[in-house]
């Protein structure tokens, strides 16, 4: 997919400069250690996979990274791993009303 709706009026097209919140996090007894992506993303697509919605940045500190945005998943082989999906908080830098 070439572009990603945020909602009725926002869309993230190749080159859309956004940030992120929530996303994936370890979980050990009572302790949850975020292992999230961060920075300014550059969105590039988004794809299915099974029930799931990813897209595929490139971060300003962490280089190319594969955000879950929606739906559910577990991982099996390590079920300490809590998949949140990523939220989207806001573009940067918009030009025109994209």
Known sequence: MNEYRLGPKSVLTRGSKFRV??????????????????????FQYAFKSGGCVFIDAISDRDGHVVLHVSGKRKNP???ELDC??????????????K
């Open 21 to 42: 919140t929530d996303g994936p996090e370890w979980v050990s007894g009572d302790r949850r250690t975020s292992m999230r992506a961060r920075g300014v993303m550059t």
């Open 77 to 79: 082989m390590m079920p």
């Open 84 to 97: 949140r999906p990523y939220r989207i908080t806001g573009r940067v830098g918009t030009r025109g009303g």
